[in-house]
């Protein structure tokens, strides 16, 4: 395709910012030492990235100086998936590449993080301090008990003691695991319970909107309902003491001890992350210590561009993959910024505030806040001093095309706008971010590299300029090991290796355009996606359908054009029953106390009856699909459907919807 039919992109780098970005200096160095290719830009090396997968794998752990305790004898030994075998024989730890930029005196009193709450005040903590409170804290994690393997776990919101519990339990080789405490202690305990961890680290409770929110009741049942504790350490955010038998934070963060790093092998366990399926428990993914390592030393360093002198912000919780990505910042050395408290507080533009105090210079949010701050009228450049800011990312959904316009008029016109999407699965981008590339409105800018990503017809053809199945035919470092209790790997094989054997399916739905950028249009099975918190409908079914009143549930999560996101909740009443303000109310407090206040439907919808399939499961994705504006015939096969008249319903319901 030649330049002059390429598309306008709304932005493009200057010659002087292709020169200085990392990925530039990479792609020159791995020219000379691997043979890579020199020419042809960002195109060229990313070809180069998936054909050569494990010369370029070997490259990255070169240029970041990765530090293997032992040498590793193969780069990838087995590349089939899921199974393949990363690294082998090589030893290391996560944690102290987390904290090296501590090991140079220049910098140790640099801020690692940036703690910000609802005042929007930063509050530093510097590398020294950092990695003085992790030795500490992991020298009483090994006193507690605590040896390679076991769990920990954290009930914690977006603080420093989040990061270093993380950090102190990598550095002692456990496996770390979080949720936020917005979060039902029902809902924390259908992942936690999995997983038995044998520490658990816990706040009284959280700030949010300007309220204190005290979660002393939903700790006790945690407490309770988690046999496999050896200790509970207490958090004081609220100033309430220790519940009897509480270890005090305070207490274990206090020496001065050299942190001692235990070397384990590349694929030992370094956090466990939850992502719903549709049907059971939430999936409790697996990922590696040196997998993850490599794959955000790419991202974070290559993509992402992020380096000692940048200020890394990303509005997120700890119950979302991005709280990891976020602490993964520290790997390059950059500040990293933790934010706890309310994204619109006390007004919609509060992001920026935190963006303009903090000097961040990668700011990350989600699509759904941009188009709120559209919305609100909010002006971010006019009322807030942002010249630090080179990139502003957003993911969760898709940045709609409205979205990329409104950060180009109102943020900067030289500004770099990275709409990127990945999935907790990786916990990582299949595509995003690419500092030298343009951007095109709509459009997330490549894949990434080392990121085998195509979209599929059913057939399992590759196609270009088409809606297909979003696949990574070749394995990436950060794929899962493998699922918690899911012993022959089933659970696993069936959850993205099902409909492509040995290929990785990650149900969105994307495209490829003919210039290599990839348009996303949302998911193509029924997992609930809210603000880039991913939930199960079963979770909502098992909640909501404990009330006597409804004999049925079907809930929908749906993608709309204008960048929002939908998601009714359907309703089948037991007999005698009247959907009233009163039951409309009930099952909204279910799932926010049960679940999270993000999973709240939007609406609540009367309906006849649930519509099955013959085998009695619920039918979700052919409604969605209907929702969405697909005709009945090609939503779904009538044969398959227990009642097919019931699916006129949502047909029609998407066209008044379309007309209003």
Known sequence: MTSATQPEPLWAPGPDRIAAARITAFQAWAATRFGAPADGGYPALHRWSVDELDIFWQAVAEWFDVRFTTPYESVLADRSMPGAQWFTGATLNYAEHALRAAEDPARADDPALLYVDETHEPVPVTWAELRRRVGSLAAELRALGVRPGDRVSGYLPNIPEAAVALLATAAV????????????????????????????????????????????????????????????????????????????????????TEPVFEAVPFDHPLWVLYSSGTTGLPKAIVQSQGGILLEHLKQLGLHCDLGPEDRFFWYTSTGWMMWNFLVSGLLTGTTVVLYDGSPGYPDTGAQWRIAERTRATLYGTSA?????????????????????????????????????????????????????????????????????????????????????????????????????????TNPMPSMPIHFWNDPDGSRYRDSYFEMFPGVWRHGDWITITDHGSVI?????????????????????????????????????????????????????????????????????ATIREELSPRHVPDEIIEVPAIPH????????????????????????????????????????????????
């Not at 309902?225 to 220790?242: D, F, K, N, Q, Y």
């Not at 699965?425 to 030298?436: I, L």
Request: charged content about 25%; proline content about 7%.
């Open 520 to 588: 996303i249009h949302g998911r193509s099975d029924s997992t609930l996606n809210r603000q880039g918190v991913r939930m199960g409908s079963a979770d909502i079914y098992e909640a909501v359908e404990r009330l006597p009143e409804i004999k049925e549930s079907l809930v929908i999560g749906l993608e709309e054009p204008n960048g929002g996101y939908w998601m009714p909740l359907f309703v089948h009443l037991a007999p005698g029953a009247a959907l009233d303000d009163d039951l409309r109310a009930r099952i909204k």
């Open 173 to 256: 080789g456990g496996v770390w695991t979080s949720c936020a405490p917005d979060f039902g202690a029902r809902s924390v305990l259908d992942r936690f319970q999995q997983v038995e961890p044998v520490v658990l680290f816990t706040v009284d409770g959280y700030r949010y909107g300007g309220k204190e929110h005290d979660r002393r009741e939903a700790v006790a049942e945690l407490r309770a309902e988690l046999p496999s504790l050896r200790a509970v350490v207490h958090i004081p955010l609220l100033g309430t003491p220790a519940p009897e038998g509480a270890l005090e934070w305070s207490a274990l963060t206090a020496a001065d």
């Open 368 to 472: 759904a806040y941009v188009m709120a701050c559209r919305k609100a009228e909010v002006h971010p450049s006019r009322d807030f001093d942002l010249s630090a800011v080179k990139c502003v990312a957003t993911t969760g959904s898709p940045l709609p095309p409205d979205g990329f316009r409104w950060l180009h008029d109102e943020v900067a016109e030289d500004l770099w706008i990275a709409s990127v999407s990945g999935g907790t699965d990786v916990c990582s981008c299949f595509a995003g971010a690419v500092p030298t590339l343009p951007v095109h409105i709509g459009e997330l800018q490549a894949a990434c590299l080392g990121t085998d990503l195509q979209s599929w017809d059913p057939s399992g053809k590759a196609a270009v300029g088409e809606v297909g199945e979003l696949v990574v």
């Open 613 to 660: 399939t013959l085998t009695g499961k619920r039918i979700e994705v052919p409604v969605k699909r209907l929702l969405q504006g697909t005709p009945l015939a090609k939503a779904v096969n009538p044969g398959s459907v227990d009642n097919i008249d019931l699916l006129g319903f949502y047909e029609d319901l998407a066209r008044t919807r379309s007309r209003d």
